[in-house]
């Protein structure tokens, strides 16, 4: 397959940044059209795989079915008569892209979700090999994306019998998997952590993220943080307010999270919280953005109302101002 990939005539795009703007998809678009490209090979982490998602939604006209097609009038009327076939490589164990039919970027500003079926990449490859280059931060970062996905998964209004299966495979392979993938750099580990990210993937493609992921985005656009280090900002904060007011079945899930984060069976309601605030904690990274108080406002209003109809439980902007001041590093 190197062989074949290296005869292969292929034209290299990077041209955009770790949280891929409106005008560098536009970019790309422009790219793959004048080069008059048939294949789309995205290399890279979440950010380079939702770039090729939304070079391909554009030239192909896809309809972006949860908003606004921002791409409407951005590609050329040449359209390709087969879509373009979509190969994914992630390089993070994380975020599960690869799995996903959806795509983030950022315009104007804000974050946009772009969701079609038909860029669900056709194959993905996930070779561990690829994370012995990947930086401390981001090692950590990304698979804390792919733990909170799971978890939120787990809980979330959209799950399903399929999606918790999913879930629980990506909670069970990371709470098993992190010490020796992060602090020892075990090759084994980074295989286990690396499908475990892939059924992360594949749990939210089912259920979609909740409110820790929804909190998130204006945490990374505001103060720089990583992806999966501003949701693992928000989770603890979310959880403890499920945990005061769940009942019947999302409680039950609840329990079933406690006792796979802690290995008990005998876990105690919100046990499971404790030890991801233990593991976040021995990954010593900050737990909470500085001074959200100055920007109060401005979260609150950034946070999607249909990412929150997935939580459990209603959250009203006074419940998420409390949240954001309840941030630890307070």
């Not at 084994?188 to 909740?210: E, F, Q, V």
């Amino acid at each position: 397959y190197t062989t074949l990939f290296r005869s292969m005539e292929k034209v290299r795009f990077a041209d955009f940044t770790s949280n891929p703007l409106f005008e560098d998809i536009c970019k790309g678009i422009h790219l793959f059209q004048t080069e008059r490209c048939d294949t789309l090979l995205a290399v890279g982490g979440g950010s380079a795989i939702d770039v090729a998602k939304c070079i391909k939604m554009a030239v192909t006209g896809m309809e972006n079915t949860t908003g606004t097609n921002l791409f409407a009038t951005t590609a050329a009327s040449r359209q390709p008569s087969v879509p373009p076939p979509l190969v994914a490589i992630p390089t993070t164990a994380g975020t599960g892209s690869e799995s996903t039919h959806n795509a983030v970027m950022y315009y104007e500003g804000a974050k946009q979700t772009m969701t079609n079926d038909g860029i669900l990449p056709d194959y993905a490859v996930l070779e561990p090999a690829v994370l012995k280059t990947l930086p401390l931060y981001q090692k950590k970062c990304t698979m804390l994306d792919a733990l909170c996905q799971g978890i939120e998964s787990w809980w979330s209004v959209g799950a399903t019998e399929t999606s918790i299966g999913y879930a629980k495979a990506a909670v069970e392979g990371i709470v098993a998997n992190w010490r020796s993938y992060i602090f020892d750099s075990d090759e084994t580990a980074a295989a286990l952590i690396m499908l475990a990210a892939n059924y992360g993937g594949r749990a939210i493609n089912i259920s979609a993220t909740t409110a820790a992921h929804a909190m998130s985005y204006k945490i990374t656009s505001l103060y720089g943080y990583a992806h999966g280090h501003a949701v693992a900002m928000c989770l603890p904060l979310t959880w403890e307010f499920l945990i005061d007011r769940a009942e019947g079945d999302v409680r039950e899930r609840l329990c079933a999270i406690d006792r796979l984060m802690t290995g008990r069976d005998d876990a105690t309601f919100g046990d499971g919280l404790t030890a991801f605030t233990r593991l976040f904690r021995r990954l010593g990274l900050p737990a909470g953005p500085e001074d959200p108080g100055n920007h109060l406002n401005e979260l609150v209003e950034s946070v999607n109302a249909e990412r929150l109809s997935n939580f459990p439980v209603a959250l009203s902007a006074d419940d998420l101002r409390g949240m954001y001041r309840r941030s630890p590093n307070q």
